[in-house]
């Protein structure tokens, strides 16, 4: 039988017969599936509403861009449904591994990257672009549960515990920092809550907490790109302008702020949208202000409330009643990481967070973020087939 002490340790896990691990398996949690469904349908009808601008730039038409999105939704699918049926604990005798690989192709963007819209964050391997981030996102993230997971019976100790997690999470988001500051912070939150939420000392982490405060602060002040985002969001709050929409400042904003004004409540209708001609990238960083318009406050909401399916089922049924503390952890990180882009999109449309550039996962027009959704939402799946209630996963 599996061990299933909230302080086990890993090599139990791992020991344990594939047998054992069979007897306890039931069925993938359908809710969240069905989440994952109606987030990639969403995305189909918003990126094509948004990218007639796009495909005239790239000397194409919008057509063969949605069927490219359309393919790149299909094979999220199919990885989301392979990494399902693969156990959580054999991907996790590969986290050292993938951290190893994810740091080398970290440096490699940084030495030969390849910049696009004024960032170098992707990187071309044999005619395949991809970003780095994302895969290093994924490693990370397993490999401080399973970390987390092997200390527990000294896990608030210092040097035993802290200090060596740290070392992963400090060089890997300062890695992803360097190409983008926004999804270092949000990696490095959310591995902060993981090693709360897996017994790690609460003092030490409030003494991160603000040791990562003053740091971004630092960080911050040394980009003139950054402060001028802070700027522009701090202008927006106390007024808006027309002036300063004519003078470029804030523009992406005030224009995602029009097109959710525009919506209403029931919006102005699937593909009659008139911001997308003038929002920057209404297709990515801006999918949310499309959606708004074109379907309204309503339709911006039943997006918000799927999302939060995402993170009820993700936290409240599958961690809570994962079988052991690495399947907990694991699906606490996998869920806030999904959830957390998510919210952060909608909430720079909205107005409410500066600009930031993230995606929202499997509704934003892309690949390689795309893909990684797809095997983040495939380990919840697994960790969800491995449960102590069935019941109780599906009915609460």
Not at 126 to 139: E, K, L, N, R
Request: with cysteine.
């Amino acid at each position: 039988m599996i061990y299933t002490s909230p302080h086990s340790n890993l090599s139990n896990i791992i020991g344990t017969s594939p047998e054992d691990i069979d007897n306890r398996t039931q069925g993938s949690d359908r809710f969240l599936l069905m989440a994952v469904v109606a987030l990639m349908m969403f995305g189909v009808l918003a990126v094509y509403s948004s990218i007639a601008y796009f495909a005239e730039s790239k000397s194409t038409t919008a057509f063969a861009l949605i069927t490219g999105h359309i393919i790149k939704l299909g094979i999220a699918f199919i990885v989301m449904l392979i990494v399902s049926k693969i156990n959580y604990h054999t991907l996790a005798k590969f986290s050292r591994i993938g951290m190893v690989i994810s740091w080398v192709l970290l440096v490699a963007v940084l030495m030969f990257g390849t910049e696009q819209f004024g960032a170098k964050r992707w990187l071309n391997l044999g005619g395949f672009t991809f970003q780095p981030s994302t895969v290093a996102t994924v490693a990370l993230l397993l490999h401080v549960c399973v970390l987390l997971s092997e200390k527990q019976d000294y896990v608030k100790d210092f040097k035993r515990s802290f200090i060596p997690i740290m070392v992963w999470v400090s060089i890997t988001c300062a890695l992803i920092g360097v190409q983008d500051f926004s999804s270092a912070g949000i990696l490095f939150g959310i591995c902060l809550i993981v090693m709360f939420i897996g017994r790690a000392s609460t003092l030490q982490l409030g003494t991160l907490v603000l040791i990562g405060v003053f740091g971004g602060m630092i960080l911050l002040n040394q980009s003139e790109n950054r402060q001028s985002r802070i700027d522009d969001y701090i202008t927006q709050v106390k007024d808006i302008e027309s002036s300063k929409i004519l003078q470029g400042s804030g523009y992406q904003a005030q224009q995602a702020h029009i097109a959710i004004a525009k919506g209403e409540f029931f919006g102005v209708g699937i593909g009659k949208s008139s911001q997308r001609d003038f929002l920057p990238a209404p297709y990515n960083d801006f999918i949310f202000a499309i959606i708004a318009e074109e379907y309204g406050i309503f339709g911006a909401m039943s997006l918000i409330l799927i999302f939060t399916l995402i993170l009820f089922r993700g936290v409240v049924f599958i961690s809570k009643n994962a079988e052991d503390t690495l399947g907990s952890l694991l699906a606490i990180g996998c869920t806030l990481t999904i959830v957390l882009y998510g919210f952060v999109n909608a909430a720079v449309a909205s107005g409410l967070l500066p600009v930031t550039g993230l995606p929202m996962p499997f509704v934003s027009y892309g690949g390689t973020s795309m893909l990684f959704a797809g095997l983040m939402v495939g380990i919840l799946l697994n960790i969800s087939k491995h449960h102590k209630d069935r019941r109780t996963l599906y009915y609460g």
